[in-house]
């Protein structure tokens, strides 16, 4: 069985195999420890790929895997340039009277 694809990342039309795991808002949530709402929000902004199947929402695992693989990256860039600004700052002479 075939499921249309109405909206998302997809182009309209497009079909979604059945043996892929689709998780609703409410398991993403879950996995990702957020509110429904909060996962109904971030598919709307498309900042979390997703796409309509009828009315409700879906997220495919995979989509879902990539999504925290590209956020725990990204953190740890953050985490990177931090470590190397404070370095950077550890390094230098405090001014007088300067705060920080």
């Known amino acids: ?4 694809v109405a ?31 909060t996962v109904q929000h971030r598919l709307r902004t498309g900042s979390l790929p997703g796409f309509h199947l009828g009315r409700f929402w879906r997220v495919r695992e995979e989509d879902l895997n990539e999504y925290v693989r590209k956020l725990a990256e990204a953190g740890e860039a953050e985490r990177q340039k931090r470590a190397a600004k404070a370095a ?11 705060t920080p």
């Open 1 to 4: 069985m075939l499921y249309y």
């Open 7 to 37: 909206t998302g990342t997809q182009a309209k039309g497009d079909t979604v195999p059945e043996s892929e795991n689709l998780l609703s808002p409410v398991e993403v949530g879950e996995r990702l420890g957020l509110a429904t709402l």
């Open 88 to 98: 950077k700052a550890k390094g230098r002479p405090k001014k007088h009277g300067a």
